[in-house]
């Protein structure tokens, strides 16, 4: 088993009230998502980057871009489901993996101009 100090969780569900499919809109020639998994795979802290979903193109996004997907349930991709489960969910699943981390760091998909200088200075300032 590896030891990792942090990973990323990425909660990307297909559906969405407002704007549907709003994680796979083109935002300057890529999707949305595909902004939060290049920021995380550039950050120095982030050792593992997992993409949790229900849709089958989102996890497809994550596994062309090299990240590992995780599918999450129809239960915890409703409007209802809670942030919280879905975290559990993925936590369990990453473990049947056989990973070990100390620490996870949720990454919005929604958060696009959040970078990777923003991920790292989160991640001294949570280790200091």
Same mark, same amino acid.
């Given at each position: 088993?590896?030891?990792?100090? %942090?990973?990323?969780l990425?909660?990307a ?20 998502i595909?902004?939060t ?12 980057? %997992? ?7 989102i996890l ?31 936590i369990?699943?990453?473990?049947e993996?056989?990973?070990? %981390?100390?620490y ?19 991640c001294?300032? %949570?280790?200091?």
């Amino acid at each position: 088993m590896t030891k990792n100090l %942090f990973i990323a969780l990425i909660p990307a569900r297909g559906g969405s009230k407002g704007l549907k499919k709003k994680n796979l809109y083109p935002l300057h020639n890529k999707p949305l998502i595909s902004w939060t998994i290049e920021s995380a795979k550039i950050s120095h802290s982030i050792e593992k980057i %997992f993409v949790s979903s229900d849709d089958h193109s989102i996890l497809e996004i994550a596994s062309i871009e090299g990240v590992n997907g995780i599918a999450r349930p129809a239960h915890l991709s409703e409007d209802s489901s809670s942030m919280e489960s879905v975290i559990l969910d993925s936590i369990m699943q990453i473990a049947e993996q056989g990973i070990e %981390f100390q620490y996870l760091i949720l990454l919005q998909p929604t958060s696009p101009l959040r970078d990777s200088i923003d991920i790292e200075a989160a991640c001294k300032k %949570f280790l200091q």
